[in-house]
Protein backbone atom coordinates (compact mmCIF):
# COMPACT_ATOMS: atom_id res chain seq x y z
CA UNK A 1 0.00 0.00 0.00
CA UNK A 2 1.38 3.20 -0.77
CA UNK A 3 0.40 6.31 1.31
CA UNK A 4 0.41 9.91 0.42
CA UNK A 5 -0.74 12.26 2.57
CA UNK A 6 -1.22 15.92 2.21
CA UNK A 7 -0.76 18.44 5.32
CA UNK A 8 -3.14 21.88 4.50
CA UNK A 9 -5.21 24.42 5.87
CA UNK A 10 -7.65 23.64 3.03
CA UNK A 11 -8.53 19.74 3.12
CA UNK A 12 -11.65 20.46 0.96
CA UNK A 13 -9.68 21.32 -1.35
CA UNK A 14 -7.66 18.02 -1.69
CA UNK A 15 -11.22 15.89 -1.14
CA UNK A 16 -12.98 17.22 -3.49
CA UNK A 17 -10.36 15.92 -6.24
CA UNK A 18 -9.55 13.05 -5.28
CA UNK A 19 -13.25 12.25 -4.55
CA UNK A 20 -14.60 13.47 -8.26
CA UNK A 21 -14.64 11.16 -11.03
CA UNK A 22 -12.56 10.23 -13.31
CA UNK A 23 -9.97 10.26 -10.27
CA UNK A 24 -11.77 7.93 -7.73
CA UNK A 25 -12.59 5.71 -10.10
CA UNK A 26 -9.35 5.01 -11.78
CA UNK A 27 -6.68 5.12 -9.18
CA UNK A 28 -5.48 2.03 -7.45
CA UNK A 29 -7.31 0.74 -4.42
CA UNK A 30 -3.41 0.51 -3.51
CA UNK A 31 -2.83 4.18 -3.39
CA UNK A 32 -4.31 5.57 0.01
CA UNK A 33 -4.53 9.63 0.06
CA UNK A 34 -5.43 11.60 3.31
CA UNK A 35 -5.92 14.94 3.54
CA UNK A 36 -5.01 16.56 7.23
CA UNK A 37 -6.30 19.75 8.49
CA UNK A 38 -2.81 21.40 9.66
CA UNK A 39 -4.90 23.36 12.74
CA UNK A 40 -5.93 20.19 14.01
CA UNK A 41 -1.98 19.96 15.12
CA UNK A 42 -1.64 23.57 16.45
CA UNK A 43 -0.42 23.18 20.42
CA UNK A 44 -1.33 27.22 20.26
CA UNK A 45 -4.69 28.80 21.58
CA UNK A 46 -8.10 29.14 18.51
CA UNK A 47 -5.75 26.62 16.48
CA UNK A 48 -3.11 28.67 15.68
CA UNK A 49 -0.92 28.20 12.98
CA UNK A 50 0.81 31.29 11.66
CA UNK A 51 2.46 34.74 12.72
CA UNK A 52 3.92 37.94 11.58
CA UNK A 53 7.60 37.11 9.82
CA UNK A 54 11.24 38.99 11.71
CA UNK A 55 12.52 41.51 9.94
CA UNK A 56 10.79 44.64 7.81
CA UNK A 57 8.79 42.63 5.39
CA UNK A 58 5.21 42.09 5.51
CA UNK A 59 2.94 39.18 5.48
CA UNK A 60 2.34 36.10 7.47
CA UNK A 61 4.42 32.51 7.65
CA UNK A 62 3.41 29.28 9.00
CA UNK A 63 4.74 28.48 12.08
CA UNK A 64 7.10 24.93 12.62
CA UNK A 65 5.36 23.18 15.56
CA UNK A 66 2.34 22.98 13.59
CA UNK A 67 3.88 21.77 10.66
CA UNK A 68 6.16 19.72 12.58
CA UNK A 69 3.64 18.03 15.06
CA UNK A 70 1.47 17.10 11.36
CA UNK A 71 4.91 15.56 9.79
CA UNK A 72 5.46 13.48 13.50
CA UNK A 73 2.00 12.05 13.51
CA UNK A 74 1.81 10.78 9.70
CA UNK A 75 5.35 9.53 10.15
CA UNK A 76 3.94 7.59 13.27
CA UNK A 77 1.09 6.33 11.64
CA UNK A 78 2.70 5.40 8.36
CA UNK A 79 5.88 3.79 10.47
CA UNK A 80 8.42 6.95 9.50
CA UNK A 81 8.87 5.48 5.67
CA UNK A 82 8.00 8.60 4.32
CA UNK A 83 9.46 11.02 2.00
CA UNK A 84 8.50 14.62 2.62
CA UNK A 85 7.71 17.24 0.22
CA UNK A 86 6.94 20.80 0.19
CA UNK A 87 5.73 22.60 -2.73
CA UNK A 88 7.33 25.95 -3.29
CA UNK A 89 8.28 28.58 -5.73
CA UNK A 90 11.74 28.06 -4.67
CA UNK A 91 12.08 24.54 -5.33
CA UNK A 92 13.34 21.95 -8.21
CA UNK A 93 11.01 22.35 -10.85
CA UNK A 94 9.03 19.57 -11.63
CA UNK A 95 9.29 17.07 -14.78
CA UNK A 96 8.41 13.71 -15.90
CA UNK A 97 11.55 12.16 -14.49
CA UNK A 98 10.84 13.88 -11.30
CA UNK A 99 7.28 12.94 -10.99
CA UNK A 100 8.00 8.97 -11.79
CA UNK A 101 11.14 9.33 -9.07
CA UNK A 102 8.55 10.55 -6.35
CA UNK A 103 6.22 8.25 -7.30
CA UNK A 104 8.31 5.24 -6.55
CA UNK A 105 8.65 6.28 -2.68
CA UNK A 106 6.60 4.14 -0.82
CA UNK A 107 4.81 7.10 1.29
CA UNK A 108 4.84 10.84 0.33
CA UNK A 109 3.86 13.48 2.15
CA UNK A 110 3.10 16.67 0.71
CA UNK A 111 2.86 19.97 2.94
CA UNK A 112 1.41 23.01 1.36
CA UNK A 113 2.51 26.34 2.07
CA UNK A 114 0.55 29.83 2.48
CA UNK A 115 1.15 32.98 3.03
CA UNK A 116 4.41 33.99 2.35
CA UNK A 117 5.96 31.13 3.29
CA UNK A 118 7.34 28.34 5.97
CA UNK A 119 9.29 29.17 8.13
CA UNK A 120 12.93 27.88 7.22
CA UNK A 121 13.61 25.52 10.80
CA UNK A 122 10.93 23.55 9.94
CA UNK A 123 12.33 22.55 6.44
CA UNK A 124 15.80 22.41 7.29
CA UNK A 125 14.45 19.55 10.05
CA UNK A 126 11.59 17.76 8.13
CA UNK A 127 11.69 18.60 4.86
CA UNK A 128 13.27 16.14 1.80
CA UNK A 129 12.79 17.89 -1.00
CA UNK A 130 10.94 21.28 -2.04
CA UNK A 131 9.43 21.03 -5.56
CA UNK A 132 7.92 24.30 -7.92
CA UNK A 133 5.51 24.11 -10.50
CA UNK A 134 7.07 27.12 -12.68
CA UNK A 135 8.43 30.13 -12.25
CA UNK A 136 5.33 32.19 -11.10
CA UNK A 137 3.57 32.26 -7.68
CA UNK A 138 0.40 31.42 -6.22
CA UNK A 139 -1.32 31.25 -3.24
CA UNK A 140 -0.99 28.70 -1.74
CA UNK A 141 0.35 24.40 -2.33
CA UNK A 142 -2.93 22.88 -2.93
CA UNK A 143 -3.17 23.00 -6.57
CA UNK A 144 0.96 22.31 -7.02
CA UNK A 145 0.51 19.14 -4.82
CA UNK A 146 -3.01 18.46 -6.91
CA UNK A 147 -1.40 18.64 -9.63
CA UNK A 148 1.61 16.75 -9.08
CA UNK A 149 -1.18 14.00 -7.68
CA UNK A 150 -2.38 13.75 -11.42
CA UNK A 151 0.40 13.55 -13.33
CA UNK A 152 1.60 10.44 -10.47
CA UNK A 153 -1.50 8.50 -11.02
CA UNK A 154 -1.04 8.28 -14.74
CA UNK A 155 2.20 5.98 -13.06
CA UNK A 156 -0.54 3.98 -11.49
CA UNK A 157 -1.93 0.43 -12.57
CA UNK A 158 -4.89 0.27 -14.17
CA UNK A 159 -5.74 4.42 -14.67
CA UNK A 160 -5.00 4.73 -17.98
CA UNK A 161 -7.04 2.84 -20.38
CA UNK A 162 -4.20 1.78 -22.17
CA UNK A 163 -0.80 1.47 -20.48
CA UNK A 164 0.89 2.32 -23.82
CA UNK A 165 -0.35 5.81 -23.34
CA UNK A 166 2.13 6.87 -21.18
CA UNK A 167 5.11 6.08 -24.15
CA UNK A 168 3.11 8.43 -26.16
CA UNK A 169 3.15 11.27 -24.44
CA UNK A 170 4.98 14.76 -24.40
CA UNK A 171 8.23 13.11 -22.40
CA UNK A 172 7.16 9.79 -22.79
CA UNK A 173 9.59 7.05 -23.66
CA UNK A 174 8.96 7.93 -27.15
CA UNK A 175 9.23 11.26 -27.29
CA UNK A 176 12.12 11.80 -23.98
CA UNK A 177 12.50 15.67 -23.93
CA UNK A 178 10.22 16.60 -26.50
CA UNK A 179 6.07 17.52 -27.12
CA UNK A 180 3.76 15.56 -28.39
CA UNK A 181 2.50 16.18 -31.86
CA UNK A 182 -0.72 16.59 -33.38
CA UNK A 183 -3.39 13.80 -32.90
CA UNK A 184 -6.39 12.84 -34.80
CA UNK A 185 -9.93 11.30 -34.68
CA UNK A 186 -13.23 10.83 -37.04
CA UNK A 187 -14.26 12.38 -39.37
CA UNK A 188 -11.59 12.00 -41.89
CA UNK A 189 -11.81 15.12 -43.58
CA UNK A 190 -13.09 17.96 -41.41
CA UNK A 191 -14.16 21.06 -43.44
CA UNK A 192 -11.81 20.31 -46.16
CA UNK A 193 -8.76 19.71 -43.48
CA UNK A 194 -7.40 15.58 -43.65
CA UNK A 195 -5.77 13.32 -41.17
CA UNK A 196 -2.23 13.15 -42.53
CA UNK A 197 -2.33 10.08 -44.87
CA UNK A 198 0.31 7.92 -43.03
CA UNK A 199 -1.94 8.27 -39.77
CA UNK A 200 -4.71 5.99 -41.99
CA UNK A 201 -1.68 3.53 -43.81
CA UNK A 202 -1.49 1.02 -40.78
CA UNK A 203 2.18 0.85 -40.75
CA UNK A 204 3.46 1.38 -37.34
CA UNK A 205 6.96 1.74 -38.29
CA UNK A 206 6.14 4.53 -40.49
CA UNK A 207 3.64 5.80 -37.95
CA UNK A 208 6.14 6.33 -35.58
CA UNK A 209 8.47 8.04 -37.63
CA UNK A 210 5.96 10.70 -38.59
CA UNK A 211 5.26 11.23 -35.11
CA UNK A 212 8.52 11.78 -34.08
CA UNK A 213 9.47 14.03 -36.56
CA UNK A 214 6.43 16.22 -36.18
CA UNK A 215 6.77 16.00 -32.58
CA UNK A 216 10.83 17.34 -32.94
CA UNK A 217 9.42 20.42 -35.45
CA UNK A 218 6.83 21.19 -33.09
CA UNK A 219 9.12 21.23 -29.99
CA UNK A 220 11.53 23.29 -32.07
CA UNK A 221 9.17 25.95 -32.75
CA UNK A 222 7.35 25.67 -29.34
CA UNK A 223 9.73 25.12 -27.35
CA UNK A 224 13.36 25.75 -28.19
CA UNK A 225 14.65 25.63 -24.83
CA UNK A 226 14.46 21.37 -24.80
CA UNK A 227 16.44 21.22 -28.58
CA UNK A 228 19.26 20.83 -26.62
CA UNK A 229 17.91 18.30 -25.22
CA UNK A 230 16.31 16.15 -28.15
Not at 30 to 35: C, Q, S, T, W, Y
Not at 105 to 125: A, M, Q, S, T
Request: include cysteine; aromatic fraction near 10%; proline fraction near 6%.
Amino acid sequence: MKNIDIITLFPEIIEGYILSQPFAKNISPEVNIEAHQLRDFSPYKHRQVDDKQYGTEPGMVLMPEPLSNAVDFIEKKRKNNCYKILLSPQGKLIDTKLINSIYKKPNLIFVCGRYEGVDERFIEEKIDLEISIGDFVLSGGELPSLLILEAMSRFSPGFLGNEKSLLNDSFGNNFKSSLKGPVYTKPNDYKGRKVPEVLLSGDHKKILEWRKEISTARTKKRRDDLINWI
